[in-house]
């Protein structure tokens, strides 16, 4: 059993940056395959970043590419997700999640946090 907690989420305007953090309890958390999604409303959660489940290699959305940056320190149990020339488009409800197997589907994580908000002003 895996619990999540995502925090920094904000308001910052459109070319500033966020990291967010996501704590998770749990002496397994280094084998889990953690991810970031992202859900804005009347909008489907959509996949963000994610380590791949080999070799710890990471993976990002088109959308988001170059801009964020995934990282995780396995002994402080925490994800992080850096976000840099933030825009607009990216104003959503940030949600960290854990699986045994990962990937860009949702529905392959197992655990989730409550999200934290970011909002992205013009």
């Known amino acids: 059993q895996v619990q999540l907690v995502e925090s920094g989420g904000g308001l910052v305007q459109a070319g500033g940056s966020l990291r967010l953090s996501c704590a998770a309890s749990?002496?397994?958390?280094?084998?889990?395959?953690m991810g970031w999604f992202r859900q804005a409303p009347g909008k489907e959660r959509e996949f963000v970043a994610a380590f791949r489940r080999s070799g710890g290699s990471t993976s990002y959305a088109d959308s988001v590419k170059g801009r964020f940056t995934i990282s995780r320190d396995n002994a402080k149990n925490t994800v992080y997700l850096q976000m840099d020339s933030l825009k607009p488009e990216d104003t959503a409800v940030y949600y960290c999640?854990?699986?045994?197997?990962?990937?860009?589907?949702?529905?392959?994580?197992?655990?989730w946090g409550q999200g934290t908000q970011v909002t992205v002003s013009s």
């Open positions: 749990g002496r397994t958390f280094s084998s889990y395959v």
């Open positions: 999640a854990a699986g045994s197997l990962g990937g860009s589907y949702y529905r392959m994580y197992d655990y």
